[in-house]
């Protein structure tokens, strides 16, 4: 039985560093476990899946990486609005991450638990995003 591609991201309360990140989580794509790994920078959430590290101090290789970007704010609703609320199930952030091999669209929904906030992502399956090498495409000057 396959596992739905899912995690969970939570505030890393115990950074000390600034290279440290600024969320830790783990989730499960294509029934493989991975860590997540997340920094906040210039307005979008930066991540990074690795493989688990166990009890090795040693960092595993990134499998994937990519950026997610806020969702737009709700629009404030007056108290003549009649209309139906907006739908509660928009992403607070919403991107791609890739690896060499796939690309996701990963969605991530605001939750709030007993000692915080939270993010559950939803994975999705999508076309890699052509890309042009840098190095061998740039001339010598």
């Not at 290279?19 to 906040?40: M, N, V």
């Not at 990963?106 to 840098?134: D, I």
Request: hydrophobic content about 25%; overall charge negative.
């Amino acid at each position: 039985m396959s596992l739905p591609d899912r995690g969970k991201l939570f505030e890393y309360a115990q950074k000390q560093k600034p290279s440290q990140p600024d969320f830790h989580g783990d989730c499960t794509i294509d029934d493989t476990a991975y860590e997540l790994r997340g920094w906040k920078r210039d307005g979008q959430l930066a991540l990074s899946l690795a493989p688990p590290k166990g009890d090795s101090n040693k960092i595993p290789r990134d499998v994937f990486r990519g950026s997610l970007d806020p969702a737009p704010p709700k629009p404030p609703r007056s108290k003549k609005d009649k209309s139906p609320p907006p739908d509660d199930d928009v992403p607070a952030w919403s991107g791609t991450i890739v690896s060499e091999e796939t690309a996701y669209i990963v969605r991530a929904h605001e939750k709030q638990g007993k000692s915080g906030l939270y993010w559950t992502l939803s994975f999705e399956k999508t076309e890699k995003p052509a890309t042009e090498n840098e190095w061998e495409t740039s001339e010598e000057v």
